[in-house]
């Protein structure tokens, strides 16, 4: 059987929960999980001052160990850096996999941004790391993972085989539209944190632009563009049907999409979250365009780009449900065919306002939520364990934290918040770090042991509720 990024981290979680599943649920002193400070990869003053903050402020001891653990794994653990030319260069692996893919490169050190300017090695990490996502995207923009030498060829048993256009440099060629979206939502991020418009040269904008023109080839206007991609595999979620060019669609300016942000394949190619965080993703683009880069025609580009899309997402990318209820499908494929689920990755329907795509209280998101926490959503599941959303990715009964933390970052709601918080704690099998998944009734059976965008989520939730919900934080689960 051919092996592929789920089977490869399903193998390595199924080794790491052995002896997870042998200490108790809450271990009577919470050691630190973190590693010796002379193996961490980097370390920031501000950082841990931070830490030191908001734990004050956790009143639940378990939870103060987790948050302990968590908000600093991407930097303890995932971040390489070095320089090229001169300048900042920052590589950052998913965990378990020695692979950066830029979605997950960029959720991993969103929780610090905040930070940046008071700490110019932080700073510098940031720009480190925008300028080789913008190198990334010039090898190859429909490619979702990369490697740390340029020049290398994939070492990822899965990808070896592939039917595409494999490139050196690139671990894994999946197309997916949150690839390119990502690292227009960290520019921005880091230019409001900090006004520091070093990131954005000549080849930052050609990487932007590179994005806009590969968004422009897939909305599929001209045929179905020069991506196309085959998988030998035992899961249809791993490959894409029609000869690798995926299911068909009928052109109406909504960009298409192979793979949903878990690396499944889309069943219809228009992907509704995905085109909604394109439309946020190419106005933050045009703000950093315009303010920070002084590229007026950048900025026009990928306005005009984001107000088609939206004007498309009005026209198609909603459905209604049995019972009437019009929400935003997941995916469409403009003839008038929709499918309602929602997935645990984001951007999901549930995690639309976290990421800023619509207004939390925008009556239409509101709707689509609801029923995505609901047995509308058939990746919905609920279990002794807790409840919670999934995907195909590890399969049915497996609930994703990361669908609570999204849950618990999209709500004022303290009830909400407290459940989502207490149903995280008791299910990490007493490792102290959270998961890919959790079986909805066995804790213990869980899917990978070092994901640092889940454990990062984490983090940044807690220190977000610091703020927005102390009292809720300091008391009792």
Known sequence: MTIDRRTFVG??????????????????????????????????RVVEQEMQRVSTKIGDSKLRWMFGNCYPNTLDTTVRLGTVDGRADTFVITGDI?????????????????????????????????????????????????????????????????????????????WEIDSLCYPMRLALQYWQATGDARPFDATWAEGARASIRTFREQQRKDGPGPYRFLRVSDRNTETLPSRGYGNPIRPVGLIASGFRPSDDACQYPFLIPSNLFAVSA???????????????????????????????????????????REVWAYEVDGYGNAYFMDDANVPSLSGLAYLGCVAPDDALWRR??????????????????????????????????????????????????????????????????????????????????????????????????????????????
């Open 282 to 324: 190419l106005r933050g683009l045009a703000t950093v365009a315009n303010e920070a880069k002084k590229d007026s025609a950048l900025a026009q580009e990928a306005t005009a780009l984001a107000d088609e899309v939206a004007a498309a997402l009005r026209d198609y990318g909603t459905t209604k449900l049995r019972d009437g």
């Open 98 to 174: 020695d692979a950066m893919w830029l979605r997950d490169s960029s959720a991993q050190v969103a929780p610090y941004v905040h930070l940046a300017k008071a700490d110019p090695r932080l700073a510098e990490l940031f720009r480190g790391l925008i300028a080789r996502q913008a190198r990334c995207i010039l090898i190859d923009p429909y490619a979702n993972a990369f490697l740390e030498d340029p020049k290398a060829k994939t070492q990822l048993e899965w990808s070896l085989k592939d039917v595409t256009e494999l490139k050196l440099g690139v671990a894994e060629r999946k």
């Open 368 to 477: 689509t939520e609801a029923a995505a926490w609901s047995d509308v959503n058939p990746y919905f599941f609920r279990g002794s364990a807790g409840e919670g959303i999934g995907g195909p990715h590890a399969g049915l009964r497996q609930i994703w934290p990361m669908s609570l933390i999204v849950r618990a970052l999209s709500t004022n709601d303290p009830a909400v918040i407290r459940t989502c918080l207490k149903t995280i704690r008791d299910t990490d099998a007493g490792t102290g770090f959270i998961h890919e998944s959790f079986d909805q009734d066995d804790p213990t059976t869980w899917t990978r042991h070092w994901f640092a965008w889940a454990n990062g989520l984490f983090g940044e939730l807690i220190v977000r509720l610091a703020t927005t919900q102390p009292a809720l934080l300091a008391g009792a689960l």
């Open 11 to 44: 193998a390595a979680a199924a080794l790491a929960a052995t002896p997870a599943a042998a200490r108790p649920a809450t271990p009577a002193a919470f050691a630190s999980k973190r590693p010796p400070l002379g193996e961490r990869r980097f370390t920031s």
